[in-house]
């Protein structure tokens, strides 16, 4: 089997003619997006009132600026770190309004088109086949992390089987790898999910990281071999298929589901907000071009019930369920939707607290931790808050590099050093569960 590979000593010169080539012999595999975002800027603004905020908030409506962060414009709010992505001319009135009242802002991204082109800078081969020369050191396509599954499937049978749990939306396979050593004995299970959102391209990069790692360490490292022979991790590298391959081919900065919905113009629904736990309450909104709407009813994306119907069907195994975002440096843990304390908040909260030491003994990288309703902001109908309510005692998502220098465009240099450290977050957080905690 060979792997979709693509070329990386393209110069920028020659990048729109190389693209066009591209679109013909290998398509999906291009990422000039017809220099779509030549101009656009990422602007950081910090409101130091509420009146500030409000101001904000209407420019931001008129303008219809992608917001980075936070993911809904109803969280700007005073101190609010508000990263917009805007358009050329949109800039110029924006940077106008800005400099008039006076409100706090840093030019974050000058230049998007540059950045999207500079993220993927690293010049290496992608059409590798065995696992020791596959490269988790750039950021793949769909078409490459499925082969990759595929071949894991059929080269690492002691440790590895891959199975589809369903269809996305455009009919993609939603594969899911279980890692662990075979055994007839039942064993207790880790859930793991990456690229709910599609723009977070780091959350894959993990995923394929992580088997990666466990694979190759399962013979040497003592808690690894622990692991994997004691649990069954269920690891899904990409949950939002459609988005993510869009987001390749298209538009770099999409974030929901591909769905279509014949009353509606726009599409898609964000795949974290159409989770059956206080589904379209706070956090969410029922604008169908919003990013984070929720959807028609809960479960309505073939993705999220999926994943949904699996989690059901294997609850009383799974203890564990981690999901991995980007961006924002933090280990969160429910609630989300309320502010409350859950049950087994003492035994959870050392578990977050060890993890995100272990993670910075690594690069010295700083991650903040807590309930996400207080930590992050409140949101209604994720995945994380519905594993808890579910019956999964140890419920996660992970927010992880950076917070905001380079945002959703994390260089490829940098995801040795976001997965080495994550993965000691992980290992911690499984060993803690191995011990018992309830």
Known sequence: MKFPGKPRSLTAAFLPVCCLLLKILQPGHCHSYDNRY????????????????????????????????????????????TDVRVTQNASRTLLAFLQKTNIQYKVLIEDLQKAVENENSVHTQRNRRSLSEYNYEVYHSLEDIQSWMHYLNQTQPSLVQVFSIGRSFEGRPLLIIQLGRKSQVYKRAVWIDCGIHAREWIGPAFCQWFVKEAILTYKTDPAMRKMLNHLYFYIMPVLNVDGYHFSWTHDRFWRKTRSRNSKFRCRGVDANRNWKVKWCDEGASADPCDDTYCGPFPESEPEVKAVANFLRKHRKRIRAYLSFHAYAQMLLYPYSYKHATIPNFS????????????????????????????????????????????????????????????GFLLPEMLIKPTCTETMLAVKNITMHLLKNCP
Request: charged residues 20%; hydrophobic residues 40%; proline residues 4%.
């Open 38 to 81: 030549a101009g656009h800027k990422v602007i950081r603004l910090i409101p130091k009132s509420e009146e500030e905020a409000l101001a904000l908030k209407s420019v931001s409506h008129q303008l219809k600026v992608d917001l980075w962060q936070p993911s809904s414009i109803s969280y700007v709010s005073e101190g609010t770190i």
């Open 347 to 406: 035994c959870v909260e050392f578990a977050a607290h060890k993890a995100v030491k272990a993670l910075r003994s690594v690069h010295g990288i700083r991650y903040r931790h807590g309930p996400a309703s207080q930590t992050l902001y409140v949101s209604s109908g994720n995945s994380m808050d519905w594993a808890y309510k579910n019956g999964i005692p140890y419920s996660f998502a992970f927010e992880l590099r950076d917070t905001g220098y380079f």
